[in-house]
């Protein structure tokens, strides 16, 4: 076993290579949560795993609560399941909130002020009601708290840390918010204990092998949580030892690896290049990675295999999509071949056609 063998096992464990999922709820549990502060983009995190799922069951199952969105595992969004929300912010949330504690002193909401918002929130929405972020505003300016600057932002998420609120129903174009309690009614509640143990082992399950810091970075864990989780669950857990760390695993080395003319579409925020801390490199053990003088605008990783091969962004049209990839290399004329399946499969998941347009 060597890196580059790891990279390819980390590909199939994270279900871009191999079976694909029948459901997008289906993807979002073996993840555990999926990073979503981009929305559009995120989508495709979960599309990317699944066999037949195009971006309109993605919002259908937005829509109906069977996938919701709320700032947990660190200070952004994430795609998470109804059932699986509460344990998750009993798991993570504390850390979270103190993560932002230099914000609120920033923006002056002590914790009287963030309780108090809270409580204005969470009446306003009681009921079934769902409310955009400009209306919750209203709502707390209403009642004599200052939602301008980045208050109304932190408050909102202090809300969410809080297990008060979640993503509602969205309206048109708009995301709103809904009590948690109503719309996912079906959350599980763990204590501490049980709620770490569960993350970590959905971690591992989903994203290794990994290490230990790894699983720090994912969840905003401290070394004694990532001890004490260890701890719990290192029976249900398997090992191995390369280069002087230690890597988690609860699933076997595929018996087939992915080839390296196999590409990938990334979205900025796939748990591929998210999932990870200490040992995110594994993406570039072929030492393929170089600069791209114009890259700002290409801020989506193509993948070759396990290695990232350049970067892409896209141009969407009414009925189409066109893929711009900025490459650290000249193509082969199989790896020509392998983005052009990468960007059909992309193209069938917006229901739109493709062109690929190489610079």
């Known amino acids: 076993m060597d890196v580059r063998e790891l990279a390819r096992w980390r590909l199939r464990t994270l279900r871009l290579a191999g079976p694909g999922f029948g459901a997008p709820e289906e993807a979002v549990r073996w993840l555990g949560a999926v990073q979503s502060q981009d929305y559009g983009p995120a989508k495709w995190s979960i599309g990317i795993r699944c066999t037949g799922v195009r971006d309109a069951d993605l919002e259908r199952a937005y829509a109906e609560g069977t996938i919701l969105r709320t700032h947990v595992l660190r200070p952004t969004w994430h795609f998470v399941?109804?059932?699986?929300?509460g344990w998750l912010l009993r798991a993570t949330a504390p850390r979270v909130q103190q993560l932002n504690a230099f914000m609120y002193r920033q923006q002056g909401l002590d914790e009287p002020v963030r309780e108090r918002a809270t409580d204005l929130i969470g009446d306003a929405l009681r009921g079934g009601k769902s409310l955009t972020r400009k209306e919750i505003g209203a709502v707390l300016a209403a009642a004599g708290v200052d939602p301008g600057g980045l208050r109304l932002t932190l408050l909102v998420m202090h809300a969410e840390l809080e297990g008060v609120i979640c993503s509602g129903p969205p309206r048109g174009a708009q995301h709103t918010y809904a009590l948690l309690e109503e719309r996912a009614p079906q959350a599980r509640r763990l204590g501490p204990d049980a709620a770490l143990a569960e993350l970590t082992l959905r971690y591992f399950?989903?994203?290794?092998?990994?290490?230990?810091?790894?699983?720090?970075?994912?969840?905003?864990?401290?070394?004694?949580?990532?001890?004490?989780?260890?701890?719990?669950v290192s029976g249900h857990l398997q090992r191995?030892?390369?280069d002087g760390r230690t890597y988690w695993f609860a699933e076997p080395p595929p018996t087939r690896s992915t080839?390296?003319?196999v590409a990938y579409l990334l979205q900025g925020y796939d748990e591929y290049v998210m999932g990870y801390g200490e040992t995110r490199y594994l993406m570039d053990t072929a030492g393929t990675a170089r600069p791209i003088s114009d890259r700002p605008p290409y801020t989506l990783t193509l993948l070759f295999g396990p290695h990232v091969a350049g970067h892409w962004k896209r141009t969407l049209a009414k009925d189409a999509v066109t893929i711009h990839p900025a490459l650290y290399a000249p193509l082969t004329a199989t790896q020509r071949k392998a983005l052009g399946a990468a960007a059909d499969r992309y193209a069938r998941f917006l229901s739109r056609s493709v062109t690929v347009a190489e610079r």
């Open 81 to 85: 399941l109804p059932e699986d929300i």
């Open 205 to 232: 399950t989903g994203h290794g092998p990994a290490t230990a810091k790894d699983l720090a970075a994912w969840a905003s864990l401290t070394v004694a949580q990532v001890n004490r989780a260890l701890d719990l």
């Open 240 to 242: 191995l030892e390369l």
């Open 259 to 261: 080839g390296p003319d």
